[in-house]
C-alpha cells in the first residue's frame, strides 16, 4: 500500500469558476482589454460539438486533460458543470511529454509523482470506483505513447494488476478530421503505438475536430500557461509564480470566455442535444452528465443568465 504524498510543483493558473469548491479569482485589469476581441463562432460551435462527443464517448469516466491543448475545453466544462455532482472530476496534467529518452532518473520519478497527483498512480489505479480518460490532441500519438509507456513500467514494477488496471484506463484523442475513407492514416496504426492493443478496443477512441479549429488549439491559440517540459519540472519558483508573458491577457480572456460560456443555459442545453446524437447516450452514465448539465442550468441563481462576451448570441449566429 502506498501513502499520499504532496503533489509536485505544477504552473500556476488562475482558478474561474468555482469549480471543485474554490473561488474564482479576480482577474481585474489583467484581461479586461481583451474581452471585446472574443474568438470566433465557428471556435464555439466547434469546441462544443467536440466537447459534446468527449462526454458521451468518456462514458461516465473522470476526465484528465494532458498538456495544455484542451485547456479551452476544460475551462467550457468547469463553467458548465459549476455546482454539479460533477464538481472534482474535471482535473489537469499539464505537462509536456513527447518523449521521455532523455530524461533522468529523478525526471521519471517526478513525472511519477505527476501522474499521482491526478489519480493515475498504480495502487491507486486498481482500486478506483470509475475509469479516467485522459483527453488531448493527437497527430501522432507520441505524447499518449510516453505516458503509457512509462505507466506500464511503474505498474510492472508495482506489481499491481494489470487485467484491472486496464478496465479503469482510457484515452480519448481529438484529431484532425480527414476523409473518412478506410485507407485514411490513423495514428493507432503507427507502430510506435502498439500500446493501443492492449486496452480493451473501446477504451481508445477518436474524437474529430475541424481541421482550422484543431491547428488554432494544438498551435495558434495564445496559452495562459507556457509549455511544461521535464527540464522545468524541478525549477519550483518559477511554475509557482504567476506567469507573465506578451500573450498572457489574451489567453486569460478567452480562457474566461469558455468558462462564461460553459455557464450559458442555451450552450449546456446544446451540448445535451449533441451528445444525444451518440450511439452510446442510452447508458446510465451518459444520462448522469446530461442530468448534471441540465440541473446546473436551472438550479442555481443566475446559473442561467448570458456571459458578457455575448455567448449566446455568438453561438446561433457565429458571427464576429
Known amino acids: 500500500m502506498t501513502t499520499a504524498a504532496a503533489p509536485p510543483p505544477q ?15 479576480q482577474l481585474g485589469a489583467l ?7 472574443p474568438p470566433s463562432g465557428l471556435v464555439l460551435r466547434e469546441l462544443t460539438a467536440v466537447t459534446a462527443k468527449v462526454l458521451a464517448r468518456a462514458d461516465g469516466a473522470d476526465l ?9 475545453m476544460y475551462d467550457l466544462l468547469t463553467g458548465a458543470l459549476e455546482h454539479s455532482p460533477w464538481d472534482g472530476r474535471l482535473l489537469r496534467l499539464p505537462v509536456s511529454c513527447m518523449a521521455d529518452t532523455d530524461w533522468s532518473p529523478a525526471a521519471t520519478r517526478r513525472f511519477r509523482e505527476h501522474l499521482a497527483s491526478v489519480g493515475l498512480e498504480p495502487y491507486a489505479l486498481a482500486r478506483r470506483k470509475r475509469p479516467i480518460a485522459l483527453v ?5 500519438g507520441r505524447s499518449y505513447g510516453t505516458l503509457h509507456r512509462q505507466l506500464a513500467d511503474w505498474i510492472e514494477e508495482t506489481r499491481e494488476p494489470w487485467a484491472v488496471i486496464r478496465r479503469k484506463l482510457r484515452y480519448i484523442a481529438v484529431t484532425c478530421r480527414h476523409s473518412s475513407s478506410p485507407n485514411t492514416w ?8 502498439d500500446w493501443v492493443r492492449t486496452l480493451p478496443a473501446a477504451h481508445v477512441t477518436d474524437v474529430s475536430l475541424d481541421g482550422r479549429v484543431w491547428s488554432y488549439l494544438a498551435d495558434n491559440q495564445a496559452k495562459v500557461n507556457e509549455s511544461f517540459p521535464h527540464w522545468n519540472w524541478f525549477d519550483e519558483e518559477s ?3 504567476p506567469p507573465r508573458h506578451r500573450r498572457l491577457a489574451p489567453a486569460l480572456a478567452e480562457a474566461r470566455y469558455f468558462t462564461e460560456a460553459g455557464r450559458d443555459s442555451h450552450l449546456r442545453e446544446e451540448l445535451i442535444r449533441l451528445m444525444a446524437r451518440e450511439p452510446g447516450f442510452a447508458g446510465r452514465e451518459q444520462r448522469r452528465i446530461a442530468l448534471a448539465l441540465r440541473t446546473r442550468a436551472t438550479s442555481r441563481t443566475g446559473s442561467g443568465t448570458r456571459p458578457r462576451t455575448g455567448t449566446r448570441a455568438r453561438y446561433k449566429t457565429g458571427n464576429r
Open 136 to 140: 488531448d490532441v493527437v497527430a501522432e
Open 11 to 25: 504552473p500556476y493558473r488562475w482558478s474561474l469558476s468555482s469549480f471543485g469548491g474554490g473561488r474564482p479569482d
Open 31 to 37: 484581461a479586461a482589454r481583451q474581452d471585446q476581441n
Open 64 to 72: 484528465c486533460f494532458l498538456g495544455r491543448s484542451l485547456d479551452s
Open 239 to 241: 511554475v509557482l509564480t
Open 186 to 193: 490513423r495514428w493507432q496504426q503507427d507502430p510506435d503505438n
